[in-house]
């Protein structure tokens, strides 16, 4: 069958099985490798995208059900060069280590500060409760996702998601925060 997906803004079509998982198709047909693909049984969350405005793991989503609608990816999340704040409190707060469950953490807490610009430490935590995490106990992540609500529209990062209402908007300029302003 033949799909037509929109990937990060781009379109795609290809032909593919109807069996083909959504985390295959971003990986092997398209090649972004960001996604990860973890255990396969919808429990790890290392596979999360967004399917339109909603997170999803993508190992349990059919690429034919992404035919006609939009996904966002982990490549999708920094715009015109500049790393959106989640991906920037990542990095400065050391929410990783290994990294694979990486790029699924940052999507869903782009969605949570979406849709919750000052999310408490138990929000996020909640938000984040699909996704597991082998390496950091967590709160790194927690810190790292509130260095995020805390840098929203300070000059880094992406704007809003596909249709999003939040975000910092692909328009925002200045400098980005500086390591001292790291505080938790
Ligand atoms: S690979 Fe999809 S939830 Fe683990
Ligand atoms: S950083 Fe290794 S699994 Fe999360």
Not at 105 to 130: C, F, K, V
Request: with cysteine; proline share 5%; aromatic share 6%.
């Amino acid at each position: 069958m033949q799909i037509t997906v929109t990937v990060n803004d781009d379109s795609f079509t290809r032909e593919i099985e109807p069996r083909l998982l959504l985390i295959h198709f971003l990986r092997d047909d398209l090649g972004l490798t960001g996604s990860h693909w973890g255990c396969d049984t919808s429990n790890c969350g290392a596979c999360v995208v967004w399917l339109d405005e909603t997170p999803v793991k993508s190992c349990t989503v059919l690429a034919a059900m992404a035919d006609g609608h939009r996904v966002r990816t982990v490549e999708g999340l920094a715009a015109r060069g500049r790393l959106d704040p989640v991906q920037e409190g990542f990095a400065r707060c050391h929410g990783l280590q290994c990294g694979f469950c990486t790029p699924g953490m940052m999507l869903t807490a782009r969605w949570l500060l979406d849709h919750n610009r000052d999310p408490t430490d138990e929000q996020i935590r909640e938000a984040l409760s699909g996704q597991i995490c082998r390496c950091t106990g967590y709160e790194n992540i927690v810190r790292a996702v509130r260095w995020a609500a805390r840098h929203e529209g300070t000059g880094g990062g992406a704007g809003p998601g596909p249709g999003g209402s939040g975000g910092t908007g692909p328009g925002a300029t200045g400098p980005g925060p500086t390591a001292n302003e790291v505080t938790w």
